[in-house]
């Protein structure tokens, strides 16, 4: 069963940048999916971004459109995301997820069978 690692949160002021890391205990190949979902305090989890590895495509909730950017680094079991132009309403946990094939409902946090613990993203002044 994998294990998945995130890092790379922290507080930062609004306007600011941080990469998260999500680090897997094995080859991450095997996942055809690789997403980003978040969890503000008193809200449900929503997705942030996915990764579709055999199309090498990317795609993004609207609130973060041309802010943040997924990627993935097969050599070093690594998925990550930055985040720049942050914004107080980014605030919340990030936990990356992985399924070995992609599901066209990707965006449900239902499909996806291993999560990490999560990394506590603060944006503000």
């Known amino acids: 069963q994998v294990q998945l690692v995130e890092s790379g949160g922290g507080l930062v002021q609004p306007g600011g940048s941080l990469r998260l890391s999500c680090a897997a205990s094995e080859s991450i190949l095997r996942f055809d999916a690789m997403v980003w979902f978040r969890q503000a305090p008193g809200k449900e989890r929503e997705f942030v971004a996915a990764?579709?590895?055999?199309?090498?495509?990317?795609y993004y909730t609207d609130s973060v459109k041309g802010r943040f950017t997924i990627s993935r680094e097969d050599a070093k079991n690594t998925v990550y995301l930055q985040m720049d132009a942050l914004k107080p309403e980014d605030t919340a946990i990030y936990f990356c997820?992985?399924?070995?094939?992609?599901?066209?409902?990707?965006?449900?946090?239902?499909?996806?069978?291993?999560w990490g613990q999560g990394t506590q993203v603060t944006v503000s002044s």
């Open positions: 997820a992985v399924r070995g094939t992609w599901n066209v409902d990707y965006r449900s946090s239902v499909h996806y069978n291993y």
């Open positions: 990764y579709r590895r055999p199309m090498r495509r990317a």
